[in-house]
């Protein structure tokens, strides 16, 4: 018998606990032993749940007891979790965990300390939930290099955006209803502006580079400035706009950011939608693949938990998990990117044109009934630095998205 802790009884420990309780038996039989939750860390109590035989409150209970061999750190956070987890793996047992903001700033030291002491840290539901995207880069895609991976990383905001498009409805209303549905929280900064998707696109850096890309070099930029309005162009030219966390290899370099993107509804991205994610990965042999599926919710979630548990018990006295150095490795500055940018602007095309071409290069300009005294361009593909410094002439740019490809 493999006995677990779970730190944690909230949304996703809740779930751990169902997901075993519901599927212990075919667990096992993975395995070729069954697990055993022996102890539960929380700092409540739960009279009436079942759960209360086996709460602890002190985390030194479940330390000192040597048949624990799989602690699942589910409490999200740093701190406590970094202390409690780093003791754990110093101990000699494994860890799993879903904790996106541990993995993302200490990543590189937990995995050092699993690889010395022969066991595993393990954290695919950190990343996209319930869509097995680490597993994969960890195991299944290892013989090519990866080029890129772009995702729709945060369920809450592609709700959001998803809403606005389809319903014509503005950012306040579509915020509200989302907190309302429990999709996003009563401070929802976390999600809107983009921090979560950034410290999991660093996660997903950091592995397949090998050396720690740190979230906050990463530019991030939330979805708080799109408007009904920009969904309207993004219709009138058979785009959508979604929150794109991206990476892309270049030669020796990497380069990675979070930001809304206009989408073509060619790309395979577009159709992803409601609260769903879904990534995109470009290998060097492979060629394109995306993994889609449910990127958070208390069962999601919980069964990409509780797949790591199955390995790391499978896997007690081997690790298996690739390591990246502690090392920061050096972004290429957003500066010396190359895109094409979507300009909303005051003012009428006619009057404007000649002067947008002299400095942005050639335009495809975007007009649309109903939005009088104001129109849209496409920019020539041109440098992020080139568009900073082009835009500077024109204050009455309104607001400018990203095109993505």
């Not at 000192?64 to 780093?86: C, H, Q, R, S």
């Not at 000699?92 to 022969?118: C, D, Q």
């Not at 429990?182 to 410290?199: I, L, T």
């Not at 449910?294 to 509780?306: D, E, Q, Y």
Request: proline share 2%; net charge negative.
């Amino acid at each position: 018998m493999v006995n677990i802790a779970v730190l944690g009884y909230g949304t996703v420990g809740s779930g751990v606990v169902e997901v075993f309780r519901t599927n212990g038996d075919s667990i096992g039989r993975r395995i070729g032993d069954q697990v055993n939750i022996k102890y539960v860390l929380d700092l409540r109590d739960f009279p009436g749940d079942f759960v209360q035989d086996i709460i602890v409150h002190d985390f030194q209970t479940i330390l000192l007891d040597e048949e624990i061999k799989i602690v699942v750190e589910v409490m999200g956070g740093i701190e406590p979790a970094y202390t409690f987890v780093k003791k754990s793996l110093l101990a000699g047992k494994s860890v799993v965990t879903s904790n996106k903001a541990l993995v993302a700033a200490h990543g590189a030291e937990l995995l050092s300390i699993a690889k010395e002491k022969e066991i595993n840290f393990l954290f695919e539901a950190s990343v996209g939930g319930g869509i097995p995207i680490i597993r994969a880069l960890n195991s299944s895609m290892t013989a090519d290099e990866i080029m890129e991976i772009t995702g729709i990383l945060n369920g809450t905001t592609n709700y959001m955006l998803t809403k606005m498009f389809y319903e014509g409805a503005d950012y306040a209303a579509v915020l509200k209803e989302a907190q309302d549905k429990g999709y996003a929280e009563r401070n929802p900064e976390a999600d809107v502006e983009g921090h979560d998707a950034c410290r999991k696109i660093a996660i997903l850096a950091s592995l397949i580079s090998g050396q720690q890309v740190d979230f906050e070099d990463i530019y991030t930029e939330g979805i708080t400035g799109i408007s009904k309005e920009d969904m309207m162009y993004a219709k009138a030219c058979h785009y959508t706009i979604k929150l794109l966390a991206a990476m892309r290899r270049d030669t020796d370099h990497i380069h990675a950011m979070v930001a809304p993107y206009l989408i073509h509804r060619d790309k395979m991205l577009y159709s992803v939608n409601g609260a769903f994610n879904a990534i995109f990965v470009k290998g060097n042999m492979l060629g394109d693949a995306m993994f889609y599926g449910s990127g958070a919710g208390k069962l999601p979630t919980a069964s990409a938990v509780v797949a790591d548990v199955v390995d790391a018990a499978k896997h007690l006295n081997r690790n298996i998990m690739s390591m990246w150095k502690s090392d920061k490795i050096s972004l290429q500055p957003i500066e010396d990117i190359k895109r094409q940018f979507f300009v909303r602007i005051k003012g009428k095309a006619e009057a404007l044109k000649s002067h947008l071409e002299s400095v942005f290069g050639e335009i495809e300009v975007v007009e649309i009934e109903g939005l009088e005294d104001e129109f849209a361009f496409i920019s020539s593909v041109m440098s992020e630095g080139a568009y900073q410094k082009a835009s500077k002439e024109f204050p009455q740019i309104i607001h400018m998205i990203r095109l993505e490809g």
